[in-house]
């Protein structure tokens, strides 16, 4: 049981950080396309799926509203707040323009500079109702609305106000475009990645297909650092449950080879008991995953995304089965080298 156990918490490591890997870049995915914009901006130098400085002057905004393809732009700008989290500075006006707007569930817009509007998964997760204060920036700020989560950010305030507080006057980390014929969005890039060079400019499929965890390398590489650690612990765990079971056995092997048994039956044996050992083990982690993402999602889930990935099951137990018989090959060659004599004297 405690091999078993110990098997499913290694696969529940490798699954649950794989299923929080892909929620996150599947969240901050579909919260890029909830804005309905067709082009996305960014300045040059700057990390395509990471926030950085603002580095564009808010008289862009007037540049990209003067052509002829465009319906409605908006600007924001993007400050961590720690963690994972971010506010964004948002014109509402603007962003109604290309969004549609907020869905409001409770409370309504900005009523005065220092008001904010954050999503239900942020309200939910810091216990947060219409008229509470969140301390952002070092400031206390009053909620003036809760909205649907999907459109952009999970929580905003006034643009002026944030460019002010972070001395960012008149600056932009990023730009949206919604042009009047989404078909021509693809000529309309290469027109504009003509005549700004430099800049990072994007249709809204082409930015949110970069979300993957093949495009952040830091990523990758934590990834595989855990699976590589998960390899280890089952390794050690079945190595010594099977060493055990060897020692405690060892009368009844002799008993095996001292009826004609060969050591690759009794290989074969243990060898057997070890992959179905794996196999139980791995189930009991794919179903402790859902547990994980229950969890994930009821306690944090403006600061976590998870999700379940059934394409990485068969990988999971595959890592699983391999760690489990890597660790049994001593134990198993041991026992199948044990002398009949000796192994029924055993005590």
Known sequence: MLSVIAVGVQVTM????VGLSHGMLDDSKNRARGVGADIWVKPPGSSVISFS?????????????????????????????????????????????????????????FQGPMDAIVDEYYARQNKLSVGSKVNLLNRDWRVSGIVEPGK?????????????????????????????DPSRVDQVVAG????????????????????????????RAFINIVIGLSVVVGF??????????VLERTREIGVMKALGA?????LNILFRETVLLALIGSAVGILLTFGTRWAVMTLVPASLTQTIVPYWWPIASAIAVAGALLGA???????ARQDAVEALAYE
């Open 192 to 219: 504009l990645r003509e005549r700004l060079p430099g800049y990072q400019i994007f249709s809204i499929e082409e930015f949110t297909s970069m979300f993957s965890v093949e495009n952040v390398p830091a990523l």
């Open 329 to 335: 090959v001593y134990p198993g060659l041991k026992a």
């Open 53 to 109: 400085a603002a580095g564009m002057p808010q008289a862009m905004l007037d540049f990209f509203r003067k052509l002829p393809e465009t319906e409605s732009v908006t600007g924001n700008i993007v400050q961590p707040v720690g963690g994972v989290n971010t506010v964004t500075g948002l014109d509402l006006e603007e962003f109604n323009r290309v969004s549609g707007g907020f869905r409001y569930l409770a409370g309504g817009p």
């Open 14 to 17: 490798m699954l649950t950080l």
């Open 236 to 245: 050690l765990v079945v190595f010594l449950s099977m060493y055990t079971a």
């Open 152 to 180: 952009l950010a999970r929580i905003v305030i006034p643009r002026e106000t944030l460019q002010d507080l972070t001395g960012n006057t008149g600056k932009l980390s990023q730009i949206f475009l919604k042009l009047k």
């Open 262 to 266: 060969s050591p690759v039956y009794v």
